[in-house]
């Protein structure tokens, strides 16, 4: 008898590489995965990346990092002993929601949120903005909102921590900041002091004519509360007495004034900090 042997086609090795470029430019790309099939790396400082003894056959070469968009290139082919050059070109980033704020209104019983856009979107227009994904610590996703607010009603007193996700088409942004609210009830409300100098982003803002400025005092303090313009001009003096400790609020009517952009700034024993808001007709 005789014996036969069969052997499989082999269908041989290449390469793949390429180069990543984002927008805005970044001088250290090694964020970047890259996947192929069975096959993974990460890029380089420089944006350049190689993956080597890849099977001769169609792929599709996807690139992802946190805060970017996710990327997939068209169908390619790997060719025996040949490299195959991907380049991926204006990678977005996808940046978050900035300055996150917010306040407990005890009159309504609801959390106001509230931010600004993303910078980096905003100016360019960029990768195109779907919506704002709102999260609480414990609680996961709470809701979307295509505005920049977000009411929550609190099922309970005490802290809650917040933090806000952009959406884009090509994918979701890294985490905002997180912004920590207490929740009490009225009576606790009058007699609670804070651990620290805080000021509060306004609220409504943008605003038209009126908003709210909420400031916290863990002891008592000489208070200069001041709202200036942009040409650093004093517009109006809100507070400038010494105040006891706890929270307290006070209400800036901007009648008279045009749109445009405002300043507040908190003076409080060594403490100062500056915010800003927008006025809009």
Sequence with gaps: SALRFTTGLFAGIGSVSGTITTVPPLTDLSMFAIEMGEYSTTANADGSYLIENVASRQYRVTISADGFETVQSELIMVTPDQNTVVDFNEV????PARNLDGEHNSATDLIDLFWDPPLWSVINNLDEFVSYQVYEQGR???GNSTDTTYSWQPPNIGYFNFWVKAVYDGGESVNSDTVRILVLDANELVTAIPQEFTLNQNFPNPFNPNTTIRFGLPFDSEVRLEVFDLL????????DSRL???YHSVEFNATGLGTGIYFYRLHAGSFEQLRKMMLIR
């Design 244 to 246: 006891s400790a706890g």
């Design 140 to 142: 996961g996703l709470l």
């Design 232 to 239: 650093g001009r004093s517009i109006a003096v809100l507070a």
């Design 92 to 95: 977005f980033r996808l940046d």
